[in-house]
């Protein structure tokens, strides 16, 4: 049995004017998985995410999501998912409960299953204090957690969510976090954005990494640290002892908290580079290898430098 919940064939969107936004894109994800997609501002990650929830066409290519076409069958497509976009669209004259009230029926729920999930997913993100009072009075943060209440009412099959955390405190992404996996474990999809990498670090089964509209890398989070991570060597040398005349000048000095990093490729390298400061009478203080993070992937990936995205081209992926 195909257990393939989202998958896009060299998918590419072109705003009008002419505004690249995504190129010959190709992803599968699966039920049961959490699919992280990465990027920086401007990448194309929210573009992608209106495409496969129908709500703009891509230029080219295909998208099937929960075994339908988004182009030639958005209805089926509709019904078979949860959406939580960057920012959310609510009725500020409603009350909380009557908001997720309605969202139930409107996915079919019976009276009374309906008015248990409100009850259950009001509860989990701490709703449940201000549901009867109007929209228009709540915070950034409750109408965020309303959102993310209001796509995980009905336990959809494939939830796409844009960059969910965005406004929460840390209760409420932990909140967040729990339920995520409680879908993942009944066999739903998720497909997530986020700039939190320590969000996709904690969540994600597999990661894809967008780069000026293209897919950079794609694989589990430890073979992208593995990859494209590289180990580090820390080291702190003994103040007021001899130095190698190769580690501590010339820009190559330490941060301000007294430690000293050098990439390395292996861990056999970095034996070889302090057996040669030992030979050459350093003294060493303290030392450390660290493992590759997803940070340092994904800026490896991405590049270091503040994001320079065309204005333009900016309002486009967003419109």
């Not at 190698?244 to 970095?270: F, K």
Request: charged fraction near 20%; include cysteine; aromatic fraction near 4%.
């Amino acid at each position: 049995m195909d257990d393939t919940a989202i998958e896009t064939t060299a998918l590419g969107k072109v705003y009008p004017g002419g505004v690249p936004a995504l190129d010959q894109v190709s992803i599968r994800t699966a039920y049961g998985q959490v699919y992280a997609y990465l990027g920086r501002n401007g990448s194309g990650k929210t573009t992608t995410i209106r495409i496969l929830t129908t709500l703009t066409a891509a230029t080219s290519g295909t998208a099937r999501v929960a075994g339908h076409d988004v182009c030639h069958e958005p209805e089926a497509v509709r019904r078979a998912i949860g959406v939580t976009m960057q920012q959310a669209a609510l009725d500020e004259t409603m009350t909380g409960r009557e908001l997720l009230s309605w969202l139930a029926a409107l996915w079919g729920l019976p009276r009374g299953a309906a008015r248990a999930r409100v009850g259950e997913v009001a509860e989990r993100f701490g709703l449940a204090g201000v549901l009867d009072r109007r929209i228009a009075t709540y915070s950034g943060g409750t109408r965020r957690r309303l959102d993310l209440a209001g796509a995980l009412l009905h336990r959809p099959r494939v939830l796409f969510l844009d960059e969910p955390s965005t406004g929460l405190d840390p209760q409420s992404r932990r909140a967040l976090w729990e339920q995520v996996r409680e879908l993942r474990d009944q066999g739903s999809a998720i497909f997530l954005t986020t700039q939190y990498l320590e969000e996709a670090a904690e969540l994600a089964d597999r990661i894809a990494v967008l780069q000026a509209g293209r897919v950079a890398a794609e694989d589990t989070p430890t073979e992208l640290r593995r990859r494209h991570g590289g180990l580090r060597l820390r080291l702190r040398l003994d103040p007021g002892q001899p130095h190698h005349p190769g580690w501590g000048g010339n820009g190559n000095g330490p941060d301000q908290r007294g430690w000293i990093t050098r990439p390395v490729a292996s861990v056999g390298q970095a034996q070889t580079m302090l057996d040669e400061l030992v030979h050459a009478g350093t003294a060493i203080a303290e030392l450390h290898l660290d493992e590759p993070t997803l940070e340092d992937a994904y800026l490896a990936l991405t590049g270091s430098q503040p994001s320079t995205v065309p204005t333009a081209a900016a309002a486009a992926t967003r419109a």
